[in-house]
Nanobody
Framework: QVQLVESGGGLVQPGGSLTLSCVASGSISSLYAVSWYRQAPGKQRELVAILRSGGSTNYADSVKGRFTISRDNAKKTVYLQMNSLKPEDTAVYYC?????WGQGTQVTVSS
């Protein structure tokens, strides 16, 4: 089973940017889809972005045009670049690879 560790969260003002990283303990085959989810207080966990083995991506409508998912298989790392952040982006962000979850990283967007 792959172990995942997210980092890069923090407090940022509206309009700011953050880049989240998710490092895997084992290799991430290029055949695996990788994804980012988030969970805000009192809400269900939701899919934010997914990157499939063929390179196709899908994003939640709420983040399209602002977030970008990418991966570096050599570094066993998945990234989520987040721009133009809004208060409603505040949540704990989790990465997911073949059903494994990390512990999450908190993102807070507030002035």
């Amino acid at each position: 089973q792959v172990q995942l560790v997210e980092s890069g969260g923090g407090l940022v003002q509206p309009g700011g940017s953050l880049t989240l990283s998710c490092v895997a303990s084992g290799s991430i085959s290029s055949l695996y889809a990788v994804s980012w989810y988030r969970q805000a207080p009192g809400k269900q966990r939701e899919l934010v972005a997914i990157l499939r083995s063929g390179g196709s991506t899908n994003y939640a409508d709420s983040v399209k045009g602002r977030f970008t998912i990418s991966r570096d298989n050599a570094k066993k790392t998945v990234y989520l670049q987040m721009n133009s952040l809004k208060p409603e982006d505040t949540a704990v962000y989790y990465c997911n690879v073949i059903g494994s979850w990390g512990q999450g990283t908190q993102v807070t967007v507030s002035s």
